[in-house]
């Protein structure tokens, strides 16, 4: 698998990391930045995984920032991107099975760099569970197509599955 990695500075060490983990996990790694320490604007690397992952130049997208809040929100601004900032092992295998994030996120500041290792072996391992998840994905990407302003309120329904 081809996976594209990126952080800024507060982020450099935990991407080095994982970058190392994927390739010996046996994976293509793409590191499309930072290259170091020195302060640099996140949104730069979130827009480069993003974009290589919706553009198909990698299946999946690791980044990594101060919080994990900041790059999480850039790359989520490409189309097609579903990055998930994830904070504990259970969440990064949700956020695949239920989400199909093809991002994940973390903040270094705040996840230690064995969590963040674990919690992409997590994710990696586990698979979109499609069915009602899928239907909630077509319904991300139709707010992506006409950015929800023509969309009216949802009707309020009773659901059984609450999941």
């Known amino acids: 698998m081809i996976i594209a990695v990126g952080s800024d500075h507060r ?10 983990l994927l390739a010996r996990e ?9 290259r170091g320490t020195a302060s640099v604007d996140y949104p ?3 827009a480069a995984v993003g974009r ?11 980044l990594v920032c101060g919080s994990g809040i900041g790059v999480s929100i850039a790359a989520n601004k490409v189309r097609g991107v579903r990055a998930a900032l994830c904070c504990n ?10 989400n199909d994030a093809n991002v994940i996120c973390f903040g270094a500041d705040h996840t230690p ?32 197509q006409d950015d929800g302003a023509a969309a009216p309120p949802p009707t309020p329904e ?3 599955d609450q999941a």
Do not use: Q, S
């Open 89 to 98: 092992e259970e969440m990064a295998a949700a956020t695949r099975r239920h």
């Open 52 to 62: 290589a992952v919706a553009g198909g130049r990698a299946n999946l997208g690791v």
């Open 44 to 46: 730069d690397y979130a």
């Open 26 to 34: 046996g994976h293509t790694v793409v590191d499309l930045g930072c």
């Open 158 to 160: 009773p659901r059984g």
């Open 113 to 144: 760099a064995e969590l963040a290792e674990r919690m992409v072996l997590r994710w990696l391992g586990a698979a979109f569970e499609g069915g009602r998840h899928a239907d909630r994905i077509r319904k991300i990407a139709d707010i992506e």
């Open 11 to 20: 982020g450099f060490g935990h991407k080095e990391r994982l970058a190392a």
